[in-house]
């Protein structure tokens, strides 16, 4: 069983998703017309705008800080040492490519995700339901392909990383605070029953106020770092390009030049945004979007890998590489790396201050991951009351178990899971995207016309299969 996992993984994570996820993201750049960075003003307008009279979902910000919640992890503090460590300065750039073109990949599902969703039956005041497996079903009539798809999110997303997560902040807690990690399993999971046993409103009313606050203080402390250090800044984002294409050789133990630059910037890229993953388009679902139109969430979670890449990783990047204690090719790497770069910068307080952002990103991350099982617990139509409940405790009891042990197996499941849903995602969007097209070009042409865009499925009869006229009226 491990030989055949593992084989799955090479196949997924060494050939499919890194060159699918960066193919499907450039196709989607190019048939867009380069709009993530043409429209970014699109963006800021779509996730500022009130809240929409309907109560049915959650607001467009509310959805951001919850996809937020699960994008931005560990990974954005370790993933970008061990980046760092692996492929020299130059992966940082090659990072930043790979943002830029999920962006459009992230644009694309969620744009999906709202046109196919469904109001929850069961509740009078019940959210929207949505997500990958229920475009599959309803735009590509592949019910069962989004069962496989419904039952790898839960697998990976709602059990398994959300031991991952609460591991990380023992580790972090115990190393920092010397706190027993069974205490901290206890405290992680109360802290986390307390918020998914509300559903999916209280995830996101939490998410609103604790994401923003982890973000801008750990914002915050990089801008600092850059002050501190603000005539080493030039130089260094020069080296970082000319380390991308091998201009400049980067010290110590790099082997590979260009290519381990490239490689590791784009593993980090991809595996930190999770844009083409299917995973944020199940909470982009659930938003009221404002205006009425489906390409206006999916501009929402395009930020959401602007603001996970480019300004949170970017942080990272920048405190290790403005610091005495970055040594490409070192044995110095992941949390370590980063803990030791803001000691040098900050004094003892950095290790501190590196696992308290640790808590609050795995912790977040760990109720958006929930949100997202949510959905495809609907879709497999067990969302009831009971079925709810069990996933919920199931979900306490795998932080805790997390908590106390390394789930390195269970991890390498979970893993070749995500790289099912994820191959099962692209090629759904890849064979929708034509849809993806129309309604761009639909939301933009009602902006040339100096109309507030609004989305009529009656006006569209050719989207018509699969789509709740009752939403999109």
Known sequence: MTTVIGFLNTIFWGYVLIYGLLAVGVYFTIRLRFQQILH??????????????????????????????????????????????????????WMWMVALVGMATAYAESTLAQLYKVKDSREPDGVYRGGPAFYIARGLGLPWLGGVFSVCLILSFGLVFNAVQANSIADAMEGAF????????????????????????????????????????????????VLMNLGAVPGMLGHIVSNAFGLTEAAGGITGGIAAAMLNGVKRGLFSNEAGMGSAPNIAAAATPNPHHPSSQGFVQAFGVFIDTILICTCTALMILLSGVYVPGGELTGTQLTQSALADHI?????????????????????????????????LGIGNKA???????????????????????????????????????????????????????????????????????????????????????
Not at 214 to 221: D, K, N, Q, R, W
Not at 349 to 376: D, H, K, Q, R, W
């Open 40 to 93: 970014f003003r699109e963006m800021i307008r779509s996730i500022t705008a009130a809240p929409a009279a309907d109560r049915q979902g959650i607001s467009p910000f509310q959805a951001l800080c919850t996809s937020l919640a699960s994008r931005v992890g560990t990974g954005n503090i370790a993933g970008v040492a061990v980046a760092l460590v692996l492929g020299g300065p130059g992966a940082i750039f």
């Open 178 to 225: 010397g706190m027993p990690k069974l205490a901290t399993g206890l405290a992680i999971a109360a802290l986390t029953g307390v918020v998914i046993f509300g559903g999916i409103r209280q995830i996101a009313t939490v998410a609103e106020y604790v994401v923003p606050f982890m973000a801008g203080i750990y914002l915050l402390v990089a801008i600092i770092v």
């Open 347 to 379: 004094g003892t307080a950095g290790p501190l201050f590196v696992a308290v952002a640790i808590f609050f990103f795995a912790f977040t991350s760990i109720i958006g991951n929930y949100a997202y099982s949510e959905m495809a617990m609907t879709f």
């Open 387 to 473: 079925g709810l409940t069990a996933l919920r405790c199931l979900v306490l009891v795998m932080v805790l178990w997390g908590a106390l042990q390394a789930v390195t197996t269970v991890f390498d499941l979970a893993d070749a899971s995500m790289g099912l849903m994820a191959t099962i995602n692209l090629i759904a969007i890849v064979a929708l995207s034509g849809t993806v097209v129309a309604l761009t070009r639909n939301y933009f042409a009602q902006r040339e016309e100096g109309r507030i865009p609004r989305f009529s499925i009656r006006e569209h009869p050719e989207m018509a299969k699969g789509v709740d006229s009752d939403i999109w009226s």
